[in-house]
């Protein structure tokens, strides 16, 4: 909602509207109003007739009471009004002098950025110790990434946000927009293969980088949005990394390759200098070798190199250095090629040719050789052997001496026309021009003409096609139709929209501006460099020289801050002035110039009229009250308190008393107060008067063991013997005693242990599971049981009693004698006559139903035919299983009594 004063005289729409950007304000209550009560601001439809109707008709009571309600609504309303003027005064002095807190977050911000670059850094910093001068340049670029407006894309003249898609050039490492460098190679391999290429579009053209010219394959043609290492497509927006990083290591190899990778973070621009470290010797190999950092492995140790230098005479004198050795620079006499002439030389060039012919006479013996110094032989005579006439038809085999004749045939060698033959008979010598007379066409193609076949024919008609900047007309004569470039100059302005185009002239979008512009601070210390261009869009950099403003307080000097446009930010030094009540110096920050608002309000005509911005004046305001502390004690002196020197006086620290009472155990509880002293040698300790009379119960320690209290009040000397009863549980915990304190607290162990027993017997059970026979006592039960236990051989028909712990401890078996085996061998004899009789009568019942199957499958039969018959015959145990299984059952029956008579 709006504030009390920005709602005041608005119509009755206005003042029910309830939107507002800021936050919601508390609500005020409103009074009900009479006709006297002045309108802020109206809600709805109640109005001023209305208001002194209802006062008419008011008895004298409703009159008293509407005007305290009155006076209750203009304090209200001075207080509304109080606390929107404060808020608005705060929001004009946030806006008009903002400029130390966009400092303050500019440092925020750069803090931030820093944690990025040093959290990129950790792993080569890692490996250099800390030694950061060889990565100065990697840090430029990755400020220009964090700098907003600082990376711009020459191609479209724009800063490159953190959102948007971007390509790096792998050879100037410069960014441009993924679509900018998509439409520029798509621009400049159309532009190429329209002038070179016959068949558009047939050939595989490069495109150029926009900036360094590097050149890069049609299929290089970017089509994916990578980050910097090219790990990651399309990484995504992290504040807590660099714009277009992925975060994950670089992983690229270093340039000069050395076999390592890079170790920073994903990151723009070149990797810096190898930072491992490797054992590595001079260039000589002499020295011994030494740890060095990789990117600076290659050392010189200054000795002499000693190598021998290619003229094999001198060894090299140079210090230790890398490659090969520089040629031997000593002066030395050498022979040239054919040995005739000796001169001083250098000895990086042995080898040289004196300026006179051979001379020497030729293997023929007729000719000398007439080439210039040479070594070796000088070879065959040229005359010798088979020559050919001059038109090479025929050939003769004649002494050097003689020369070849012509053969008298026609030459018919190709003329330089290349289109026919010289008609000369042969002759020694070029052939001469050919003057056939041919009908020639024009370069261009529209005119034909009766001429000599050496002459080139051109009409005077002048080519109408454009050039390939598709601006200018070719006027070329008699053009082929390949008409040459454009050769005037584009000038047409550049997206910078200050310079022209100094190009030849070309055809689609211009290359971008090539000069750069300052854009400086406040006061001109600080510049950086822009594209053409941008400088109306770039921020000015942050400048770190102070602000040279004079100071506008009573201050001699300003607080140090850097160089702003604008005003300078209020003074926060403090005052300084001497407060004229306590003499102390004021600490509060310099109010000289403050921001007030006007409070000269005049009144609206009516709701038509809208009210005016509020009215702020720089004043000084007094200095504040003192607030310096002054050590002060409290009234019962327990501590000493700094307080205001304003609010300096005697005070209560809210503590108890703490003085000793006059029974010498107790403490005053009442709360900090006054003590008066009636003598000096009086102990501060002491109780006064004014404390609190003992009203506590005995508080002297019990004897150990005893809890019950006192039943004296709070007494000197020794307490009463306890004689109250207590209630013990007994060592087997069923049964509760009850025993005088005083004998059970100064009992002994032996008699503590009697005097808790209920002498019975102890129910707890022993380990084998029998009763305990002890008295109740406390512990653990003994483990040796005398109690007789019964003993079994594995048939359960041999028994022996043997006491519980000789059971347990010596593990005493009993075994079965020669009538438990018998007995186990008759009973296993009977469940194997049992087993084979069930098998026999198993496949008895299968052959029967085999037999049954089988005829219900032959069908029916003739009547005049019988049925066959088959007959079964009885198997050994179904012949005499009655006289086998009566006999073996008595038997069982028989060894089944006499066990249960042995066992009862």
């Given at each position: 909602?709006?504030?009390?004063?920005?709602?005041?005289?608005?119509?009755?729409?206005?003042?029910?509207?309830?939107?507002?950007?800021?936050?919601?304000?508390?609500?005020?209550?409103?009074?009900?109003?009479?006709?006297?009560?002045?309108?802020?601001?109206?809600?709805?439809?109640?109005?001023?007739?209305?208001?002194?109707?209802?006062?008419?008709?008011?008895?004298?009571?409703?009159?008293?009471?509407?005007?305290?309600?009155?006076?209750?609504?203009?304090?209200?309303?001075?207080?509304?009004?109080?606390?929107?003027?404060?808020?608005?005064a705060q929001k004009f002095t946030d806006v008009q002098y903002s400029s130390s807190s966009e400092e303050d977050e500019e440092e925020e911000i750069h803090g931030k950025h820093g944690k990025i670059l040093t959290s990129?850094?950790?792993?080569?910093?890692?490996?250099?110790?800390?030694?950061?001068?060889?990565?100065?340049?990697?840090?430029?670029?990755?400020?220009?990434?964090?700098?907003?407006?600082?990376?711009?894309?020459?191609?479209?003249?724009?800063?490159?946000?953190?959102?948007?898609?971007?390509?790096?050039?792998?050879?100037?490492?410069?960014?441009?927009?993924?679509?900018?460098?998509?439409?520029?190679?798509?621009?400049?391999?159309?532009?190429?293969?329209?002038?070179?290429?016959?068949?558009?579009?047939?050939?595989?053209?490069?495109?150029?980088?926009?900036?360094?010219?590097?050149?890069?394959?049609?299929?290089?043609?970017?089509?994916?949005?990578?980050?910097?290492?090219?790990?990651?497509?399309?990484?995504?927006?992290?504040?807590?990394?660099?714009?277009?990083?992925?975060?994950?290591?670089?992983?690229?190899?270093?340039?000069?390759?050395?076999?390592?990778?890079?170790?920073?973070?994903?990151?723009?621009?070149?990797?810096?200098?190898?930072?491992?470290?490797?054992?590595?010797?001079?260039?000589?190999?002499?020295?011994?070798?030494?740890?060095?950092?990789?990117?600076?492995?290659?050392?010189?140790?200054?000795?002499?190199?000693?190598?021998?230098?290619?003229?094999?005479?001198?060894?090299?004198?140079?210090?230790?250095?890398?490659?090969?050795?520089?040629?031997?620079?000593?002066?030395?006499?050498?022979?040239?090629?054919?040995?005739?002439?000796?001169?001083?030389?250098?000895?990086?060039?042995?080898?040289?040719?004196?300026?006179?012919?051979?001379?020497?006479?030729?293997?023929?013996?007729?000719?000398?050789?007439?080439?210039?110094?040479?070594?070796?032989?000088?070879?065959?005579?040229?005359?010798?052997?088979?020559?050919?006439?001059?038109?090479?038809?025929?050939?003769?085999?004649?002494?050097?001496?003689?020369?070849?004749?012509?053969?008298?045939?026609?030459?018919?060698?190709?003329?330089?026309?290349?289109?026919?033959?010289?008609?000369?008979?042969?002759?020694?010598?070029?052939?001469?021009?050919?003057?056939?007379?041919?009908?020639?066409?024009?370069?261009?193609?529209?005119?034909?003409?009766?001429?000599?076949?050496?002459?080139?024919?051109?009409?005077?008609?002048?080519?109408?096609?454009?050039?390939?900047?598709?601006?200018?007309?070719?006027?070329?004569?008699?053009?082929?139709?390949?008409?040459?470039?454009?050769?005037?100059?584009?000038?047409?302005?550049?997206?910078?929209?200050?310079?022209?185009?100094?190009?030849?002239?070309?055809?689609?979008?211009?290359?971008?501006?090539?000069?750069?512009?300052?854009?400086?601070?406040?006061?001109?210390?600080?510049?950086?460099?822009?594209?053409?261009?941008?400088?109306?869009?770039?921020?000015?950099?942050?400048?770190?020289?102070?602000?040279?403003?004079?100071?506008?307080?009573?201050?001699?000097?300003?607080?140090?801050?850097?160089?702003?446009?604008?005003?300078?930010?209020?003074?926060?030094?403090?005052?300084?002035?001497?407060?004229?009540?306590?003499?102390?110096?004021?600490?509060?920050?310099?109010?000289?110039?403050?921001?007030?608002?006007?409070?000269?309000?005049?009144?609206?005509?009516?709701?038509?009229?809208?009210?005016?911005?509020?009215?702020?004046?720089?004043?000084?305001?007094?200095?504040?009250?003192?607030?310096?502390?002054?050590?002060?004690?409290?009234?019962?002196?327990?501590?000493?308190?700094?307080?205001?020197?304003?609010?300096?006086?005697?005070?209560?620290?809210?503590?108890?008393?703490?003085?000793?009472?006059?029974?010498?155990?107790?403490?005053?509880?009442?709360?900090?107060?006054?003590?008066?002293?009636?003598?000096?040698?009086?102990?501060?300790?002491?109780?006064?008067?004014?404390?609190?009379?003992?009203?506590?119960?005995?508080?002297?320690?019990?004897?150990?063991?005893?809890?019950?209290?006192?039943?004296?009040?709070?007494?000197?000397?020794?307490?009463?013997?306890?004689?109250?009863?207590?209630?013990?549980?007994?060592?087997?915990?069923?049964?509760?005693?009850?025993?005088?304190?005083?004998?059970?607290?100064?009992?002994?162990?032996?008699?503590?242990?009697?005097?808790?027993?209920?002498?019975?017997?102890?129910?707890?059970?022993?380990?084998?599971?029998?009763?305990?026979?002890?008295?109740?006592?406390?512990?653990?039960?003994?483990?040796?049981?005398?109690?007789?236990?019964?003993?079994?051989?594995?048939?359960?028909?041999?028994?022996?009693?043997?006491?519980?712990?000789?059971?347990?401890?010596?593990?005493?078996?009993?075994?079965?004698?020669?009538?438990?085996?018998?007995?186990?061998?008759?009973?296993?004899?009977?469940?194997?006559?049992?087993?084979?009789?069930?098998?026999?009568?198993?496949?008895?019942?299968?052959?029967?139903?085999?037999?049954?199957?089988?005829?219900?499958?032959?069908?029916?039969?003739?009547?005049?035919?019988?049925?066959?018959?088959?007959?079964?015959?009885?198997?050994?145990?179904?012949?005499?299983?009655?006289?086998?299984?009566?006999?073996?059952?008595?038997?069982?029956?028989?060894?089944?009594?006499?066990?249960?008579?042995?066992?009862?």
């Amino acid at each position: 909602m709006e504030p009390a004063w920005r709602q005041a005289g608005k119509g009755r729409g206005r003042g029910r509207a309830g939107g507002g950007s800021g936050p919601p304000q508390p609500a005020v209550p409103r009074p009900a109003r009479d006709s006297r009560t002045p309108a802020v601001g109206r809600e709805g439809g109640s109005g001023r007739g209305r208001g002194a109707a209802y006062a008419a008709v008011t008895t004298s009571g409703a009159v008293q009471e509407s005007h305290l309600n009155e006076k209750q609504s203009s304090q209200n309303k001075f207080e509304e009004i109080r606390k929107a003027n404060q808020a608005a005064a705060q929001k004009f002095t946030d806006v008009q002098y903002s400029s130390s807190s966009e400092e303050d977050e500019e440092e925020e911000i750069h803090g931030k950025h820093g944690k990025i670059l040093t959290s990129t850094f950790t792993t080569y910093t890692d490996q250099t110790g800390g030694d950061v001068t060889e990565l100065e340049r990697t840090r430029q670029y990755l400020s220009d990434a964090f700098q907003s407006g600082a990376i711009t894309c020459l191609i479209c003249i724009a800063s490159v946000k953190r959102n948007q898609p971007v390509w790096s050039c792998s050879g100037c490492y410069c960014i441009f927009h993924m679509p900018c460098i998509q439409k520029w190679a798509k621009d400049s391999i159309f532009l190429v293969s329209s002038v070179t290429d016959e068949d558009f579009g047939k050939k595989d053209h490069p495109w150029p980088c926009p900036k360094c010219r590097y050149e890069y394959k049609q299929s290089q043609t970017p089509n994916r949005y990578n980050c910097y290492c090219g790990k990651v497509e399309d990484p995504p927006l992290d504040p807590w990394l660099l714009p277009h990083s992925c975060g994950q290591v670089c992983d690229r190899d270093f340039k000069p390759s050395c076999g390592h990778r890079c170790l920073l973070l994903c990151h723009p621009g070149p990797c810096p200098p190898c930072p491992k470290m490797v054992t590595v010797t001079c260039f000589c190999k002499k020295a011994k070798a030494v740890p060095r950092r990789c990117s600076a492995k290659a050392w010189s140790c200054q000795q002499s190199c000693g190598r021998v230098l290619p003229c094999g005479q001198h060894a090299c004198a140079s210090p230790c250095h890398a490659g090969d050795c520089q040629p031997c620079p000593r002066v030395s006499k050498q022979r040239c090629l054919c040995g005739k002439n000796i001169a001083e030389r250098l000895c990086a060039s042995p080898v040289w040719q004196c300026e006179k012919v051979c001379g020497r006479t030729l293997p023929c013996g007729n000719h000398t050789c007439e080439m210039v110094c040479h070594p070796g032989l000088c070879g065959e005579c040229p005359r010798a052997g088979n020559r050919a006439c001059p038109c090479g038809k025929s050939k003769y085999s004649l002494p050097c001496t003689e020369d070849v004749p012509t053969c008298g045939d026609t030459c018919e060698k190709v003329m330089e026309c290349g289109l026919h033959k010289c008609s000369m008979r042969c002759h020694r010598g070029p052939c001469e021009t050919c003057r056939q007379e041919v009908e020639k066409q024009c370069r261009c193609g529209k005119y034909s003409k009766l001429m000599p076949c050496h002459k080139e024919y051109l009409c005077e008609s002048k080519c109408p096609k454009t050039r390939n900047c598709q601006r200018h007309q070719c006027k070329r004569k008699c053009c082929s139709g390949n008409c040459p470039p454009c050769d005037q100059s584009c000038g047409r302005t550049m997206g910078c929209r200050n310079h022209k185009c100094p190009s030849v002239c070309h055809r689609g979008s211009c290359y971008p501006c090539p000069e750069t512009v300052d854009v400086k601070c406040n006061c001109s210390t600080t510049c950086i460099k822009v594209p053409c261009g941008r400088e109306r869009t770039t921020k000015p950099p942050k400048c770190k020289e102070l602000c040279r403003n004079p100071p506008t307080c009573h201050h001699s000097s300003r607080e140090r801050h850097r160089c702003h446009f604008g005003a300078c930010p209020p003074c926060r030094q403090p005052c300084q002035r001497v407060l004229k009540k306590c003499g102390h110096v004021c600490p509060a920050p310099c109010h000289d110039e403050v921001m007030v608002k006007q409070t000269d309000k005049h009144q609206l005509a009516g709701p038509w009229e809208q009210p005016s911005e509020p009215a702020f004046v720089q004043t000084a305001l007094p200095c504040p009250r003192c607030k310096v502390p002054i050590p002060r004690a409290c009234l019962g002196e327990h501590e000493v308190t700094p307080l205001p020197c304003h609010a300096v006086g005697p005070f209560s620290c809210k503590r108890p008393c703490g003085r000793l009472l006059s029974c010498g155990n107790h403490t005053c509880m009442r709360e900090c107060h006054v003590v008066s002293q009636l003598s000096d040698t009086q102990d501060k300790h002491k109780a006064g008067k004014e404390c609190q009379q003992c009203e506590e119960g005995c508080s002297e320690p019990r004897p150990p063991g005893c809890s019950h209290p006192c039943v004296l009040p709070c007494h000197t000397g020794a307490c009463p013997p306890c004689t109250q009863m207590i209630r013990v549980k007994c060592h087997c915990k069923i049964m509760s005693l009850f025993i005088e304190c005083l004998k059970i607290t100064t009992a002994d162990k032996n008699t503590k242990t009697i005097l808790s027993s209920c002498k019975n017997q102890c129910p707890k059970q022993l380990p084998c599971g029998h009763r305990c026979k002890e008295t109740c006592h406390p512990g653990d039960c003994e483990e040796s049981c005398n109690q007789k236990v019964k003993l079994k051989c594995p048939c359960k028909r041999i028994k022996k009693e043997v006491p519980c712990f000789k059971a347990r401890e010596t593990q005493i078996s009993v075994e079965c004698d020669e009538a438990c085996k018998d007995v186990k061998k008759r009973a296993a004899e009977l469940k194997e006559a049992e087993e084979r009789a069930a098998s026999e009568e198993e496949k008895r019942k299968q052959q029967a139903e085999l037999e049954a199957f089988e005829k219900r499958l032959k069908g029916r039969r003739k009547k005049n035919k019988k049925k066959d018959e088959v007959e079964i015959e009885e198997t050994i145990w179904q012949k005499y299983k009655k006289y086998i299984m009566v006999p073996v059952c008595g038997i069982v029956l028989a060894v089944a009594t006499f066990y249960l008579i042995q066992a009862g």
